[in-house]
């Protein structure tokens, strides 16, 4: 019996020493399911900043506007949120919404790259729901995660103090300064 109670002993040694040897942590306490969940909750902010950065509310907007043309610096940040989303494994929740986005955004892109004003606007409106659609759920799973507040029905983050925003403002009265202005003191 004794040598087989080494032999198990030995065996949860050499296991926790792989695992701990194939650790990306400095802290030895880490779990590795902890490290994957941080690890992916950070590639996932990373993502969805980069697709925040995208902007394809305003691409499309831009493109029905009075004045339709095609911005070519619009390009760059399609190749990087399509890029970021395609290198992030995305939680089962949000797998699907990852996988239209590439889908849909796909035709704005190579419309973006032909110059082809017709077909980006043409292909705008699937590309900028697909955003939405993975960008405030995105941001919601990772509000959740960290215990910072959930996202109302308007893609903004809300907490429970229960009072609405009228305007940019927020409830500042007449002359109020905010704190984000500037004024002659401050520069």
Known sequence: MPRKLAMLLGLIAATSAIALACSDSDDPTA?????????DNVGLLSALSTLADADLH????ALIGDAPEIDPTWIAPLINARTATAL??????????SED??????PLL???????????????PAAHASW?????????????????????????AHDDHGHAHEDDDHDMEDGEDSDMEMNDDDS
């Not at 305003?58 to 907007?61: G, K, P, R, Y």
């Not at 992030?88 to 919404?97: F, I, S, Y």
């Not at 986005?101 to 796909?106: G, I, K, N, P, Q």
């Not at 190579?110 to 705008?124: G, S």
């Open 88 to 97: 992030v494994t995305w939680p089962d929740e949000l797998h699907g919404a």
């Open 132 to 156: 939405h659609l993975l960008r405030d759920p995105g941001y919601a799973y990772l509000a959740e995660a960290a215990g910072t507040g959930s996202m109302g029905d308007d893609g903004h």
């Open 31 to 39: 779990t590795p399911e902890a490290e994957h969940a941080h690890t």
């Open 110 to 124: 190579m419309a973006l790259q032909a110059d082809d004003l017709a077909a980006a606007t043409e292909a705008a």
């Open 58 to 61: 305003h691409i499309e907007n």
């Open 101 to 106: 986005f590439l889908d849909d955004s796909m």
